[in-house]
């Protein structure tokens, strides 16, 4: 093996830089060789199966002989398989051993060299064989089942594990499942099979097992299994040598022990109100915005995650109801519950969503959420925290929109002179009646121009109160629309839009003092739609009708308002 003096003398050799990129490169293009067993711990004297796999053929074929040290290979079997996938090509190769130990302990698969590639090495614990007193080798089928613990926690995980042990050809069976009042059972994985000896009698063994979380504390009995089988008996031919003879069958019918549990309650000393035994706990947060900032009016999305080793996702408490700000509108999402299941018990998972509104700008401190729970692995309590965080909510900008201004019309009046006093009146003079003329007709003029004006000022001011309707009845009518098409999001957007018109109104919650008891309601009804998803159905028709009776309630008390009193005739 290369030691650091070694790579620090090719750092220093004039050489040494390219020799180290060589061997670099050499080390990039080995083949990586996975190894991985069926199970672990096995017992001695229990077929296992040794999986040796890679994405890319290797250098040469297996030197399987380091392995007879330790391990008897009763079988071997290489297989390949190629896919191609949105134009990638990828290939696996698989050579799988059915071993067996030669002897109890802690033992390494070795390395297995490929040609210049090489496995991974893997530790495997190997028990020691059980021995049956009460088992005689013309037993050729029979079940064995074992639980552990045996003295769980309420709702603790119990793992329970069937073997069907054979020695003759089954042609058909049924086996029951575990039938325990007052508990969950949730199968765990596939079935393994194997080989072993037992009283020097070789069997073929499948095990099957199970995850059993009792609901209440107390005795608790798992009852039998029970195994129908249609045992092969003979050489499967009738004594005439037909083809077409079926194989000849017997019935045969084994059960297991029962199996007693005592089941204990939850420790004195527990204080929490959702009482968790579980061997791992892990609680985290998330945020839709890292900065953990947000507009007022607007939501902020927070993720909860709790990940949970040997317990159900139906045990997991809800988060939602903790680390809340009483100043923020909270709408929590559905959760996503899963059950991961592996050979050695459940690992739950718990996420669920909670939109954060905030109604007026400033800080919130969310309050840290604990989770206690029970160590079933120590048989200590523990807490899994989230810390608690300050969001800031941002006030909006007001759209500062000035008001139209409605510009009268400028009228000029002709400028009237009065004659020269230094005139002297000519032959053609008709008196005072020329005077009288032009007095009484700027008398008329001045009235035409005043009538004028009034009537031009009452036009400007219909003019620009329709005007000042056409953004409104936009914006009823987009409302409708969307209220129409059942869409909770663009209604959302266009009931924030007639507010901004009908009320000059910015926030959701301005708009809502200004509405009625109804339609305040039916907001409420429309945010959970958005952010708690309960909106599928959601049907936009009630805010419709509410919001057009709004406007029509508004528009007749405006216009009972802005009447002009009737002007006086002259």
């Not at 069976?173 to 575990?178: D, F, M, R, V």
């Not at 029962?258 to 420790?267: F, T, W």
């Not at 408490?317 to 059950?339: E, I």
């Not at 509410?546 to 802005?562: A, G, P, Q, R, W």
Request: proline share 6%; with cysteine.
């Amino acid at each position: 093996m290369l030691n650091k003096a070694f790579y620090q003398h090719l750092f220093k050799a004039p050489l040494g830089c390219l020799l180290l990129t060589i061997l670099l490169a050499t080390n990039a293009w080995a083949v990586d060789i996975n190894t991985s067993v069926d199970r672990n711990p096995v017992s001695l004297n229990d077929s296992f199966k040794l999986i040796f796999s890679s994405t890319a053929a290797p250098d040469d074929d297996p030197d399987f002989a380091p392995l007879e040290q330790d391990f008897e290979i009763l079988n071997q079997q290489k297989s390949s398989q190629s896919s191609w996938v949105n134009g990638k090509s990828t290939k696996s190769i698989s050579w799988t051993l059915d071993v067996m130990a030669k002897r109890a302990g802690r033992l390494q698969v070795p390395v297995i060299e490929f040609g210049d590639d090489r496995s991974e090495a893997l530790n495997l614990t190997v028990l020691a064989a059980s021995v049956s007193s009460d088992l005689s080798p013309d037993q050729d089928l029979y079940i064995e089942v074992s639980a552990t613990p045996q003295q769980p926690y309420v709702q603790a995980q119990v793992i329970y594990t069937m073997r069907l042990f054979q020695r003759v050809q089954i042609a058909q069976a049924s086996l029951t499942e575990p039938a325990v009042p007052g508990a969950i059972v949730e199968r765990l994985g596939e079935d393994s099979q194997y080989n072993t000896e037992v009283n020097g009698v070789r069997y073929a063994v499948i095990e099957r097992q199970y995850a059993i979380f009792p609901q209440q504390s107390g005795p608790l009995e798992i009852a039998p299994l029970q195994l129908t089988a249609q045992v092969v008996s003979g050489n499967g031919r009738s004594r005439f040598g037909s083809i077409f003879d079926s194989q000849r069958t017997q019935t045969k019918r084994v059960f297991s022990e029962a199996i007693s549990l005592n089941v204990l309650p939850a420790p004195s000393d527990f204080k929490g109100q959702h009482w968790l035994a579980a061997q791992q706990v892990y609680i985290e947060q998330s945020w839709s915005n890292k900065d953990l900032s947000v507009s007022v009016g607007e939501p902020l999305t927070r993720t909860l995650t709790l990940l949970a080793k040997g317990v159900n996702s139906s045990q997991l408490p809800d988060l939602t109801q903790q680390g809340v700000h009483s100043a923020l509108k909270t709408y929590p999402d559905q959760p996503m519950l899963k059950d991961k299941k592996d050979p050695d018990g459940m690992t739950a998972l718990r996420e669920q969503k909670v939109a954060l509104i905030p109604s007026q700008a400033g800080q919130y401190v969310i309050p840290e959420i604990q989770v206690p729970w029970f160590n079933t692995q120590t048989q200590t309590m523990e807490t899994a925290t989230i810390p608690a965080v300050t969001i800031t909510a941002i006030a909006k900008s007001a759209s500062s929109s000035p008001a139209a201004t409605v510009n009268e019309p400028q009228v000029t009046l002709p400028s009237l002179q009065s004659p020269p006093l230094d005139v002297a009146p000519t032959q053609s003079s008709m008196g005072y009646w020329p005077w009288l003329a032009l007095i009484l007709g700027l008398g008329w003029a001045l009235t035409l121009i005043w009538l004028f004006k009034s009537r031009t000022k009452v036009s400007q001011t219909k003019t620009a109160s329709e005007n000042q309707n056409v953004p409104l009845k936009k914006a009823v009518k987009a409302l409708q629309e969307a209220c129409a098409a059942n869409d909770p999001k663009q209604a959302k957007r266009a009931f924030l839009n007639w507010g901004k018109v009908q009320f000059n109104a910015d926030t959701e919650e301005s708009i809502a003092l200004q509405c009625s008891a109804e339609c305040q309601a039916e907001i409420k009804h429309l945010n959970e739609s958005l952010y708690a998803k309960k909106g599928g159905n959601w049907k936009g028709d009630t805010l419709a009708a509410l919001v057009l009776e709004e406007s029509h309630s508004l528009k007749n008390k405006t216009t009972e308002d802005d009447t002009l009193e009737p002007l006086n005739r002259l």
